[in-house]
């Protein structure tokens, strides 16, 4: 079946300009996740949703950053006034609630100018 | 989440075993021991986890020390596919965000 979509797979902005990012994740998977690798870095924690609790914003670096899940599906990560150092590949994951295994997109690399 | 401490990278030759270490002294009696990879230019993947017995897949082995303070990721015949970064990460619940650590880089050798 499909696996987890992400778009766009790359993604140039300017410095101040805002930025969206989609994940599709998988049907029937209630649990939602951001990271994010910066070059050479490890992957980093961004945000986590859960059905309708409220989401677990605790990796979001600066309140530039907020993400958005409607209707239990689709996630948009949203980045404001973008600043060099937001460039990234951002990665998105879902999984079932009852199971451990979470299954991550193939990313957005975003490269703000 | 508890910490986890791996060698930076290992060499291995194709088609031999791969014993990939972690250590996780602090490791709490709930934690899960779960293992990803992240093969080059793609989001990282599940291999396998273990609370306290060692685990088998299609993948993997996982071997669990008795204390739990330590854990081996046992590839049994490495391919130039397996070639990756493997992450061992502690998790209290299943719907817990992962921490991931530096992972150790794993080269395969025709």
């Known amino acids: 079946g499909a696996g987890v979509s992400q778009s766009p797979s790359n993604k140039v902005t300017e410095k101040g300009k805002d930025v969206e990012l989609r994940c599709d994740p998988i049907s029937g998977h209630t649990a939602l996740y951001w990271y994010r690798q910066s070059l050479g870095q490890g992957l980093e924690f961004l945000i986590y949703?859960?059905?309708?609790?409220?989401?677990?914003k605790s990796g979001l670096p600066s309140d530039r950053f907020s993400a958005e899940r409607t209707g239990g599906s689709v996630s948009t990560l949203t980045i404001q006034r973008t600043q060099q150092e937001d460039s990234a590949v951002y990665l998105c994951a879902s999984k079932r609630a009852s199971l451990n295994e979470q299954f991550f997109g193939p990313g957005t690399r975003l490269t703000v100018l | 989440d508890a910490k986890t401490t791996q060698p930076n990278s290992m060499e291995s030759n194709e088609e031999e075993p791969v014993h990939l270490p972690c250590n996780h002294s602090t490791i709490s009696g709930t934690d899960y021991i779960h293992w990803y990879r992240q093969l080059p230019s793609q989001g990282p993947e599940y291999v396998i986890h273990?609370?306290?017995s060692n685990v088998n897949n299609r993948m993997a082995s996982l071997a669990i020390a008795e204390d739990r303070k330590s854990s081996t990721l046992i590839l049994h015949r490495a391919t130039l596919r397996d070639a990756a970064v493997y992450y061992c990460?502690?998790?209290?619940?299943?719907?817990?965000?992962?921490?991931f650590g530096q992972g150790t880089e794993l080269s395969v050798k025709p």
């Open positions: 990460i502690l998790r209290a619940n299943l719907g817990g965000k992962l921490i």
């Open positions: 273990g609370l306290t």
């Open positions: 949703f859960q059905g309708n609790s409220a989401p677990d």
